[in-house]
């Protein structure tokens, strides 16, 4: 019996877990050690498979700019049209030891066990140590995090960031430390040029510094020192970075030039994703939406200058039609809350196939989504902290909503999505052992509603065409052609949203192998409206030539072009078709493919 004048204790105490609590550094260094094992198993098993030494495309566009920063040989007269800092430490890791990727996995391992150590904290500040414990394990097993810390993306980099933003936050916000706020600002500044979503939280942990400066009741000059502070630290950061923008290109932004395109390619009705006028490589895709932005309003712009264009195509498209765009984010936003971990370069579970580690049932997003969504929504006002917490969960989730809701994007908010989900775990437990049956009843009524709306049925969720293609990619440039056209064929079939890329890659096999039939039956099944459209037209120029159809050649590629006009190699075919037949045209062409260069050489990239 509870002592006369002493209340009940509640779920956020500790009595039950008296020996986590007791032994919790033993326990803590344990976790931590089952993290490592784990991604290093997971990195042993990856090695062993044809993903290892194969880099996809983000990985090599940073690979390839990290390198040349390493040599010194890295030159740009644009803004920097990707998140610069991954590249920057990729250089000095490159610098200190040697341009290979195994070093970057191995960082990103670390940032991954750290990753866990700093939910931990989360969760001890949030609640308890045992809550903490119990918080890191689970971050320990989540297999996306032990995922992306073994492949070289920036993703475990950003959620490393994240987490540190979070932590400092709440302690920030249980004790002023200046040293604390200061690191707050650097790890926010650092987290923005990683993963620029993270731009909007800057005003919001600002507001939230000082409403909690308000709610402890500071002087006036303790409140200025600490907001001064966190601005401190947000310029030591960011000031190089937008000083080199300025320098270089006019321009001192805060956020790449890919900012405008990807809200274009998220939020535009005409076109869907990708865009029949620009690559999906991401070396030459923002140089596409800033040729096709200055073909548009019929100057050269520079890269800023076409993503805001972008930006403002988004806005006059919702104000035109603000019922398709609402209804486009709902679908989003469902998008957002779903089970299925959608990705843009790696899919899990297909991986799971050739990388045998993963075939380990793990922690799945659809469980610790609902536990922890419910803790979150009845209990975001119980303290500043969780309170603090939440409000950065919703407003980096709205800029999902915005951009893209893919695993990558949204796996930062799962360091704070797993304390909340043992929280909440922890309030059911308390509930139900001390009979609060109408508590119990909310709890269980929102929990079943977040399980439902995570299992609401989303158009394409379990597409693998992507996939399919990846992996034909990499076994044709291992030499196994037929088990690559296995797969290509496969995702041909299904016809989804990337099957027209494996009709691409069909097409120049069976064409390479002299059978045109199939090569040409291929082609058919990409359409005119297909963002392949141009591609489809550079091949079918190409075979014109082989067959001596120069007319009809100049035809397909002068077709191409109308699709993407910042198609180099596709020009320079068509001048040498042209200076066949028509100079003075050819001539045309080349003055038009000088001015396409000049926005590759924005880019630091040389012409082709």
Request: aromatic letters at 16%.
């Given at each position: 019996m509870a002592k006369k004048g002493r209340s009940k204790p509640g779920p956020e105490e500790k009595p039950t877990f008296f020996f986590l609590d007791r032994y919790f550094h033993v326990i803590l260094i344990g976790i931590l050690l089952l993290a490592l094992i784990l991604r290093v198993l997971a990195l042993l098993s990856l090695k062993g498979s044809i993903y290892f030494d194969f880099l996809l495309w983000d990985e090599r566009?940073?690979?390839?700019?990290?390198?040349?920063?390493?040599?010194?040989?890295?030159?740009?007269?644009?803004?920097?049209?990707?998140?610069?800092?991954?590249?920057?430490?990729?250089?000095?890791?490159?610098?200190?030891?040697?341009?290979?990727?195994?070093?970057?996995?191995?960082?990103?391992?670390?940032?991954?066990?750290?990753?866990?150590?700093?939910?931990?904290?989360?969760?001890?500040?949030?609640?308890?140590?045992?809550?903490?414990?119990?918080?890191?394990?689970?971050?320990a097993i989540y297999e996306p995090f032990i995922f992306y810390s073994i492949v070289p993306l920036k993703t475990s980099f950003s959620v490393f960031l994240f987490a540190l933003v979070c932590y400092l936050l709440v302690a920030v916000m249980r004790r002023f430390s200046i040293i604390k706020t200061l690191f707050l600002g650097i790890a926010i500044a650092l987290a923005n040029n990683v993963r620029p979503n993270c731009l909007v939280l800057i005003p919001i942990i600002f507001l939230l510094l000082a409403w909690n400066a308000y709610k402890e009741k500071f002087s006036l000059k303790v409140l200025a020192a600490t907001l001064v502070i966190y601005i401190a630290g947000l310029l030591i950061v960011q000031s190089p970075f937008m000083i080199r923008n300025y320098m270089v290109a006019g321009e001192t932004s805060?956020?790449?030039?890919?900012?405008?395109?990807?809200?274009?390619?998220?939020?535009?009705?005409?076109?869907?994703?990708?865009?029949?006028?620009?690559?999906?490589?991401?070396?030459?895709?923002?140089?596409?939406?800033?040729?096709?932005?200055?073909?548009?309003?019929?100057?050269?712009?520079?890269?800023?200058?076409?993503?805001?264009?972008?930006?403002?195509?988004?806005?006059?498209?919702?104000?035109?039609?603000?019922?398709?765009?609402?209804?486009?984010?709902?679908?989003?936003?469902?998008?957002?809350?779903?089970w299925f971990e959608n990705s843009d370069h790696y899919n899990i579970g297909f991986m799971s196939d050739y990388v045998m580690f993963f075939k380990v049932p793990?922690?799945?997003?659809?469980?610790?989504?609902?536990?922890?969504?419910?803790?979150?929504?009845?209990?975001?006002?119980?303290?500043?902290?969780?309170?603090?917490?939440?409000?950065?969960?919703?407003?980096?989730?709205?800029?999902?909503?915005?951009?893209?809701?893919?695993?990558r994007v949204r796996l930062p908010l799962l360091v704070i999505l797993i304390p909340f989900a043992v929280i909440g775990v922890n309030y059911l437990r308390y509930y139900i052992n001390n009979r609060e049956s109408k508590k119990a009843i909310i709890y269980f009524v929102v929990l079943a509603g977040f399980f439902i709306i995570e299992f609401i049925p989303v158009k394409d969720s379990k597409d693998m065409t992507a996939f399919l293609n990846t992996h034909a990619i990499i076994l044709n440039s291992k030499g196994l052609e037929d088990e690559a056209i296995e797969y290509w064929e496969k995702s041909?079939?299904?016809?989804?949203?990337?099957?027209?890329?494996?009709?691409?890659?069909?097409?120049?096999?069976?064409?390479?192998?002299?059978?045109?039939?199939?090569?040409?039956?291929?082609?058919?099944?990409?359409?005119?409206?297909?963002?392949?459209?141009?591609?489809?037209?550079?091949?079918?120029?190409?075979?014109?030539?082989?067959?001596?159809?120069?007319?009809?050649?100049?035809?397909?590629?002068?077709?191409?072009?109308?699709?993407?006009?910042g198609l180099r190699r596709t020009r320079t075919k068509l001048i040498k078709v042209l200076w066949r037949i028509d100079k003075q045209k050819a001539?045309?062409?080349?003055?038009?493919?000088?001015y396409i260069n000049s926005f590759y050489n924005l880019y630091g990239q040389t012409k082709k």
């Open positions: 566009l940073y690979h390839a700019w990290a390198v040349n920063l390493a040599r010194g040989t890295f030159e740009s007269s644009s803004v920097y049209e990707m998140a610069p800092l991954p590249a920057y430490f990729m250089a000095l890791i490159y610098k200190l030891f040697s341009p290979d990727v195994v070093y970057i996995r191995i960082v990103n391992i670390a940032f991954g066990v750290f990753t866990c150590y700093l939910v931990f904290l989360i969760g001890k500040e949030l609640a308890n140590k045992p809550i903490g414990l119990f918080a890191c394990l689970v971050a805060a956020t790449p030039s890919q900012s405008g395109f990807n809200l274009f390619i998220c939020n535009n009705f005409q076109y869907g994703y990708p865009v029949p006028f620009a690559s999906t490589a991401p070396a030459e895709m923002g140089i596409h939406f800033t040729i096709e932005a200055s073909r548009r309003v019929g100057e050269k712009l520079s890269s800023g200058e076409a993503s805001r264009y972008w930006t403002n195509e988004v806005i006059r498209t919702a104000l035109e039609q603000p019922a398709a765009f609402t209804w486009q984010k709902v679908k989003k936003l469902v998008g957002f809350f779903h793990f922690f799945g997003f659809w469980l610790i989504l609902p536990f922890g969504m419910t803790a979150m929504v009845l209990n975001m006002t119980r303290s500043r902290k969780e309170f603090a917490l939440s409000a950065v969960f919703i407003i980096y989730a709205l800029t999902l909503v915005a951009f893209f809701t893919n695993i041909s079939s299904l016809e989804k949203h990337y099957s027209d890329f494996a009709n691409l890659s069909l097409v120049g096999v069976y064409y390479s192998k002299g059978d045109k039939q199939k090569a040409f039956s291929y082609l058919d099944k990409i359409h005119d409206d297909s963002y392949a459209a141009s591609n489809k037209y550079d091949m079918i120029g190409d075979m014109m030539v082989n067959q001596g159809q120069l007319e009809n050649a100049i035809s397909a590629y002068e077709k191409a072009l109308e699709f993407n006009s001539l045309e062409e080349n003055d038009k493919l000088e």
